[in-house]
């Protein structure tokens, strides 16, 4: 017989061999736990309860008599926050978890795995959102994390690997719960106002413990791996038609304070040539920015966003500016190469306008990319579903860039309309929330296999 002759007349696409390693990877392990192989491919979670599960907490921090499409203000720490963790915890309940606050006012579930050697899989987000934002940031994550245990629990499904189920407390400002967790939140933190509030008086209010903060550290090597699903809050996705975004990493953060010196006088006497104008000398910095930035291909960011003009009156020439300088790439060595090019164009702008300019570095958030094999294992699931993936880096920052210091992680994003987020217009088409859940639910069956 020719080598030929062995061939199928038939070509398989890459998709569709993925297509089939995934399910014969799931098969396996729901064939392993007494699941009928017939009934992998319907394995589903329920659309409409998680619909339900959205919609519900969407409730908790609403506007008096307003709707889901007013968005939402469940700000950490506050009445709202509390109300809609106490339904979170009781969905983890429906769902048969036994949920813990622990002391860092993280909301952990517990499931066991069927080999209490193994480490656990851990996976959540959190729902503590911006003042009016929207309800689709964080909380889809949360709702999908406590819907895939629920549809484990009605199939009678066992894992291998305990599951744990964290709602990361107060996401929205510094990822504090998550810190907390990874080991990164200082006690000299707990006296740092919020919102009105000590941070250790908020930890009380929300059932923490920060005299014991300590205890909600989880050491290092200690997971099996972390999940996160989580809306783009970019318009990649959208504009692409790509239902699910496989996460390749969460980008660096370099921050900048920068100080501009120049001469307050008056605005009517003062002649042009002889003005050392704070004002424009940012003018110029602000637009070098800009170009630096965009000079490259790329995904790199640049932005001003918070700028001091003083006197700041209408009749004087400005004498100091401060302003901001944020600077966003997956490479590190990329934005600190930008952060030195600007650095380089401010002192010549100060030359050109006999100004004095400052610029300090004053916070590095390192990068952290997510784990190529979970990538795999991501792609593997939303392939077995029909859906097409898109590899892409996540601008914003999460929970799991700071967990990512724990162990392998990895992160799934599903469409954000239009690139809108932290606004009452955040969207996620709902078909689209669920096939992130649907995803996630099979990449944790995947995971618990590897």
């Known amino acids: 017989m020719s080598l030929s002759s062995t061939i199928p007349s038939v070509l398989i696409t890459r998709r569709e061999l993925l297509a089939g390693l995934a399910a014969a990877s799931v098969t396996s392990a729901l064939t392993d736990l007494g699941f009928a192989q017939n009934d992998v491919s319907k394995l589903r979670i329920d659309a409409a309860r998680l619909q339900q599960s959205l919609e519900g907490l969407s409730v908790y921090g609403r506007l008096s008599g307003g709707t889901f499409a007013d968005g939402v203000s469940r700000v950490a720490y506050s009445d709202a926050d509390i109300a809609g963790r106490k339904y979170a915890m009781e969905l983890m309940r429906a769902a048969g978890l036994d949920p813990r606050i622990d002391t860092a006012g993280n909301i952990l579930g517990w499931r066991e795995g069927s080999d209490r050697s193994l480490k656990p899989i851990l996976f959540g987000s959190h729902i503590d959102s911006v003042p009016s934002g929207g309800n689709f940031d964080g909380d889809v994550g949360s709702m999908s994390a406590i819907e895939v245990a629920r549809t484990l629990k009605e199939h ?26 990874a080991g990164d939140l200082q006690p000299a933190d707990l006296t740092k106002l919020y919102n009105g509030i000590s941070l250790g008086d908020a930890l009380r209010k929300i059932g923490g413990d920060p005299a014991k903060l300590a205890e909600a550290r989880m050491a290092t090597g200690s ?13 990649t996705l959208d504009k692409a038609g790509i239902p699910i975004g496989v996460v390749e990493g969460i980008v660096c953060i370099d921050e900048y304070e920068v100080e501009i010196h120049g001469f307050a006088n008056h605005a009517g006497t003062t002649p042009m040539p002889e003005r050392r104008n704070a004002l424009l000398a940012a003018a110029k910095l602000i637009e070098a920015v800009q170009e630096i930035v965009t000079r490259d291909p790329g995904r790199q960011v640049g932005t001003v966003g918070h700028l001091e003009v003083l006197p700041n009156a209408r009749n004087v020439v400005p004498g100091l500016v401060k302003h901001s300088i944020e600077l966003r790439d997956l490479s590190p060595e990329k934005i600190a190469r930008l952060g030195d090019e600007i650095q380089k164009r401010a002192q010549q702008i100060a030359q050109e306008t006999k100004t004095d300019i400052s610029m300090k570095n004053v916070e590095h958030d390192a990068p952290a990319v997510a784990t190529p094999a979970i990538q795999s294992q991501i792609e593997l699931a939303a392939a077995s579903l029909g859906l097409k993936t898109m590899r892409l880096p996540s601008g914003a920052g999460h929970d799991a860039q700071v967990i990512a210091a724990l162990g392998p992680m990895g992160m799934i994003f599903v469409p954000s309309v239009a690139g809108i987020s932290h606004s009452p217009k955040e969207l996620t088409r709902w078909p689209d929330c669920a096939n992130g859940a ?8 995947g995971m618990d296999r590897s």
């Open 438 to 445: 649907n995803v996630l639910l099979q990449t944790v069956l």
């Open 156 to 181: 009678g499904i066992a894992t291998r690997h305990p599951l744990q189920i964290a709602i990361w407390s107060n996401e929205e400002s510094l990822t504090m719960g998550s810190r907390a967790a």
């Open 223 to 235: 997971i099996h791996c972390y999940l996160e699903l989580h809306i783009e809050q970019g318009g």
